[in-house]
């Protein structure tokens, strides 16, 4: 079975261009999570959703940030304008719907802003 | 409020040593459930081990062992006769029941030396 799936690896993109970050998590789950990681504050929780549904956006730095989950293979997170600030590791994680669940990871997509 | 610390930042052990990474949490809930990850170099997360707050037995996994004490608030992680390939960043996190959220501790860096 696949795991989650991140697209891309790797994003290096000049400030105010728009970034959209991919996720496809593992069939079956119903939680799908999305966080970054940086050197200063970690792994942060931005947004997750339950059966596609947003619960908890309040991780979300400001409004450049936003994230949908059309369906449940899917789900994407946009950052319009992007500044160097936002350049971090981003993961994506999903779990079967329980907070007694673990998540799994993906490998992340590591973002360059210049 | 929930909350997981873990004060080691860094540890730096030889080949062959035991060591332990400690693991405190804080929560207002009297069920809850306690994770530990594996961020090795390449930069995934990898679960480990999840345990619920009515299960206080040891367990113990290969040369991992886990030691869960709710008297101290506490999770702590222990690697015996550590090697190389256990160099990686260990994140402890918590979440409560009820909630679909996982707290992430810090993380603490642990440097196996051959």
């Known amino acids: 079975d696949a795991g989650v799936i991140q697209s891309p690896r790797h994003e290096v993109t000049e400030m105010g261009q728009e970034v959209t970050l991919r996720c496809k998590p593992i069939s079956g789950h119903n939680s799908l999570f999305w966080y970054r990681q940086t050197m200063m504050r970690g792994l942060e929780l931005l947004i997750y959703?339950?059966?596609?549904?947003?619960?908890?956006d309040s991780g979300m730095p400001e409004d450049r940030f936003s994230a949908k989950m059309p369906n449940a293979s899917f789900s994407t997170l946009k950052i319009q304008p992007s500044e160097p600030r936002d350049s971090a590791v981003y993961f994506c994680?999903?779990?079967?719907?329980?907070?007694?669940?673990?998540?799994?990871f993906g490998p992340g997509t590591r973002l360059t802003v210049t | 409020a929930q909350k997981v610390t873990q004060a080691q930042t860094e540890i730096s052990v030889v080949e062959k040593e035991d060591v332990t990474l400690d693991c405190v949490y804080e929560t207002r809930d009297t069920t809850y459930y306690l994770f530990w990850y594996k961020q090795p170099p390449s930069g995934e997360l990898v679960f480990l081990i999840r345990r619920n707050s009515f299960d206080e037995q040891n367990e113990i996994s290969g040369r991992y062992s886990w030691n869960f004490q709710k008297s101290t608030s506490s999770f702590n992680f222990t690697i015996t006769a550590s090697q190389v390939v256990d160099s990686a960043v260990y994140f402890c996190?918590?979440?409560?029941?009820?909630?679909?959220?996982?707290?992430f501790g810090k993380g603490t860096r642990l440097h196996i030396l051959p």
């Open positions: 959703f339950n059966n596609n549904v947003p619960i908890d």
């Open positions: 994680a999903s779990s079967e719907f329980s907070s007694r669940n673990e998540q799994y």
């Open positions: 996190a918590l979440s409560e029941a009820g909630d679909d959220k996982i707290i």
